[in-house]
């Protein structure tokens, strides 16, 4: 198993479009927490007031929105860019236990994505309130101290991993960048919103789709109409990733390559 993660190590750092797609996340997670603030100091300005005012979810918005889906095309490439190429077959001949060269890939691509986020985070609140604090009264910005600052600092790395984890799964059973690409943002950009706007039965179906769930443990809230609380629901959307990607190794194992 070590051989085959530091194999997949060496795949990942000589390839240039993880390095650019990496810069990629952190300047939309960070930089969109610049504006942010930005946005919110001028506007105190305008209101003759120091400081601007900053959530740690307002400093979060642009890694939620931006950054996490460049994570998911990550994951997706890890898998779907050696069958683009035509080199899937040569990995699995030189380890034909596919299981193992999945987990290898899962867990590396998962830590990866994992750091890179605490990082997007820290980064995130730090520029955020180095921008909005005013001179004189910052009370109206979070600091990293903050009940809310710190439980994110854990939730989002948990959310990144777990993303990762079922785009590998949807990545092995499509196979194909654009067709995995496309599925995954449109399920986390706005399908469950669209199903849930879709008469009865989609308000029924919603409660139990897996981003509706995460973001209620997320924002603490439970999910309307749902008989979990906010709690349950992060259980019911790991179950959710967890079959998904267990399916999709269960088909990478049966199918020819």
Not at 36 to 61: E, Y
Not at 105 to 124: E, H, N, P, R
Not at 203 to 222: C, Q, S, W
Request: positive net charge.
């Amino acid at each position: 198993m070590l051989n085959q993660i530091k194999a997949e190590w060496t795949k990942l750092v000589t390839t240039k479009a993880v390095w650019w797609t990496t810069f990629i996340f952190l300047l939309l997670s960070i930089g969109m927490s610049a504006i942010a603030a930005l946005s919110a100091k001028l506007g105190a300005r305008d209101a003759g007031v120091d400081a601007g005012f900053l959530t740690p979810d307002m400093a979060l918005n642009g890694l939620f929105a931006l950054g996490l889906p460049v994570l998911m095309i990550q994951a997706a490439m890890v898998f779907t860019s050696e069958y683009r190429h035509n080199i899937a077959s040569m990995t699995f001949s030189a380890n034909p236990h596919r299981t193992q060269v999945i987990v290898a890939k899962w867990l590396l691509y998962g830590v990866i994505a994992t750091v890179l986020t605490f990082v997007a985070v820290i980064g995130a609140y730090w520029v955020g309130i180095q921008i909005a604090s005013g001179a004189a009264d910052s009370s109206m910005v979070f600091s990293f101290s903050d009940d809310t600052a710190r439980r994110l600092m854990w939730v989002y790395p948990l959310y990144a991993f777990t993303l990762v984890t079922l785009t590998i799964g949807v990545a092995l059973l499509i196979r194909q960048t654009a067709g995995v690409v496309s599925l995954m943002l449109i399920w986390f950009i706005a399908l469950e919103a669209v199903i849930g706007m879709l008469w009865t039965l989609g308000e029924k179906v919603v409660r139990f789709l897996p981003f509706t769930n995460f973001n209620a443990f997320m924002r603490e809230t439970d999910v309307a109409g749902s008989p979990l609380s906010w709690q349950q629901s992060l259980w019911l959307y790991l179950a959710w990733v967890a079959a998904i990607f267990i399916i999709g190794t269960v088909v990478a194992n049966r199918r020819d390559v």
